[in-house]
């Protein structure tokens, strides 16, 4: 099955705790995604990587930190420093193809769902 | 900044109705998405409009693109309680590769 996976489904943070959530996707995608969604809102980017050892901050990066060591692998970490952690949390990935062929496009993972102890 | 606005922010209908969201938008775009998203899941793709075209069509769903009111709207016809999601525009400018998701509209239909 070819597709983005996220885990845990579930993750509880204690206070003063750093968390990683795991992103993988076997589409060999180059670009990589991480938004957070709070309750009856849209999606804010949090950080995205078009490739292997490059990202870029997305608009709201401060307390988030991620890392691009393999094309398949895209974990965020949820530092302590994150004030308000809890939310939903969506991956996603996209080809880059030339633009005619709708590389545009993002594939989303099931997502991850934080919450504060 | 979330630069699409969805109108209504809820809606209601009966299955076999027509649901019309719309989408407002705030600068050039090279593009705008259409995505859908059950509860609790993940984000499906739907359909891709680009800046030169004006309609589109695939299966049950019509999406229309008027580039300078910047606004979209999604069309879905004959509705079923399946449909029954929550629907977000997204424009892609080009920079940095990047979507810019607007509110959603929360789509109910019911049997």
């Known amino acids: 099955d070819g597709g983005i996976t996220q885990s845990p489904k579930y993750l509880f943070r204690k206070e003063g705790q750093n968390v990683t959530l795991s992103c993988e996707q076997n589409?060999?995608?180059?670009?990589m995604y991480w938004y957070r969604q709070d309750p009856g809102q849209g999606l804010r980017l949090i950080y995205y990587s078009q490739i292997v050892n490059d990202f870029q901050k997305g608009d709201i990066a401060e307390g988030y930190s991620v890392s691009r060591e393999k094309k398949e692998s895209f974990p965020l970490t949820v530092t302590s420093a994150q004030k308000n952690p809890t939310a939903f949390y969506l991956c996603?990935?996209?080809?880059?193809?030339?633009?005619?062929?709708?590389?545009?496009?993002?594939?989303f993972g099931p997502g991850t769902r934080l919450l504060v102890l | 900044s979330q630069q699409g606005e969805e109108d209504p922010q809820a809606l209601s209908i009966q299955e076999g109705e027509n649901a019309t969201m719309n989408c407002s938008y705030k600068?050039?775009?090279?593009?705008l998405q259409w995505y859908r998203q059950n509860s609790g899941r993940g984000l499906v793709h739907l359909i891709l409009i680009r800046s030169n075209e004006r309609e589109k069509h695939s299966g049950r769903l019509r999406v229309t693109l008027d580039t300078s009111k910047k606004s979209s709207s999604l069309l879905i016809t004959a509705s079923r309680a399946a449909d029954t999601a929550s629907y977000f525009c997204?424009?892609?400018?080009?920079?940095?590769?990047?979507?810019?998701f607007g509110t959603g509209t929360q789509l109910k239909v019911e049997l």
């Open positions: 997204a424009v892609f400018t080009g920079g940095g590769n990047k979507l810019t």
């Open positions: 996603a990935s996209s080809s880059l193809r030339p633009r005619d062929r709708g590389g545009e496009t993002q594939y």
């Open positions: 600068t050039s775009i090279n593009n």
């Open positions: 589409l060999n995608h180059d670009a």
